[in-house]
């Protein structure tokens, strides 16, 4: 087997597309899941139908959570520049999450201290993750930067 | 261009840098399952590949890249020598000697049938020490065991190599 075969063998795992695109399913999964959820738990007085709905949708969404997950952890790795894009992927579906709950909450005109909590918890995260990835990246960065001036002062 | 450099431009997720590696490094892999099972195998090669694609993010000494890309490759060669263990047709290893091979000088294909012929923990240590040019500290990582593990293999091997190629038909 020559390299370039191993290389045409490796397409699918080492796509940026492809990992990316894990990630957004499984995020849209979450969001999609964790909203219809909060409608769910805060509607007062839903038709048995509308919850057997409601919960094949949550279920469809974790699934597509399943198995992003299973793909970014066992088949297609996230690298430092995926993690970043992961990351503000995931910073974005917070704040999907946060204007749906403040919709929500709005739409009842009462605050929700337990949903309050919650958002935030998520929002810090979110942020964690992105100061995290970002670091990470920009380390590896700056030690590429070093180990090309050393190559170059050789 | 260094293999730590080469590891991080991977890291940071540089698609030449996939290419390069796989260039740079498929004929040490090619060579180290062709070694250890004593034929080429595209599955174990396609599976090493794999493993270190899906391992390089997590790798957090880039500058250790050689050792823990034999670590790699090791566990997908082993896991295939144990099934082959498993399978009750194995095939035999080492064929007889070709009548007009011998001139006191060991020719690699014959030293890789006297090597395919040695017992696989024998087979590895010499290979990696000698073959690929490792020194104990790191074999002794990469099979994860102790350096005077790695010592005594080493002797154990280099006796068992000179039996299989006097039974070959070679004098030392």
Redesign the interface.
């Known amino acids: ?3 370039n075969e ?2 045409a ?2 397409e699918a ?2 796509s ?1 597309r492809r990992r990316v695109g894990y990630v957004a399913v499984g995020l849209a999964g979450l969001t999609g899941s964790a909203l219809i959820s909060l409608l769910w738990a805060t509607e007062p007085a839903l038709p048995p139908r509308t919850k057997v709905a409601f919960a094949v949708l949550v279920a469809i969404g974790l699934s597509w959570v399943a198995v992003a997950g299973w793909a970014v952890t ?2 297609t ?7 970043v894009i992961a990351a503000w992927l995931g910073t974005g579906a917070w704040l999907v999450f946060a204007v749906g709950s403040l919709i929500l909450a709005a739409s009842r005109h009462r605050s929700e201290l337990p949903l309050t909590g919650v958002v935030v918890a998520l929002g810090l995260m979110a942020a964690v993750n992105l100061w995290s990835a970002r670091r990470r ?1 920009r380390a ?2 700056r ?2 930067e070093n ?2 001036r050393l ?1 170059g002062n050789e | 261009m260094t293999d730590e450099l080469l590891v991080i431009r991977c890291q940071l997720g540089e698609r030449e840098a996939f290419a390069e590696l796989v260039r740079d490094w498929h004929p040490v892999v090619e060579r180290y399952v062709g070694r250890m099972l004593g034929r080429s195998d595209d599955d174990v090669v396609q599976e090493i590949w794999l493993a270190v694609f899906r391992g390089l993010p997590g790798l957090r000494q880039p500058d250790r890249f050689a050792p823990w890309f034999y670590v790699v490759a090791r566990r997908a060669v082993m896991n295939q020598l144990r099934e082959q263990y498993r399978r009750p047709e194995s095939e035999p290893v080492g064929d007889p000697l070709e009548a007009d091979e011998a001139d006191g000088v060991v020719d690699r294909e014959t030293l890789a049938r006297a090597l395919a012929a040695l017992p696989a923990r024998e087979r590895e240590v010499l290979m990696l020490f000698y073959l690929e040019d490792l020194p104990v500290g790191v074999c002794a990582q990469i099979c994860d065991v102790p350096v005077g593990t790695v010592k005594s293999r080493l002797n154990r091997a280099r006796k068992l190599l000179h039996l299989e190629l006097v039974r070959k038909g070679y004098q030392a």
């Open positions: 087997m020559t390299p191993i290389l063998r490796l795992p080492l940026l066992r088949r790795p996230l690298f430092a520049r995926d993690r990246r590896l960065l030690r590429r180990l090309n190559g």
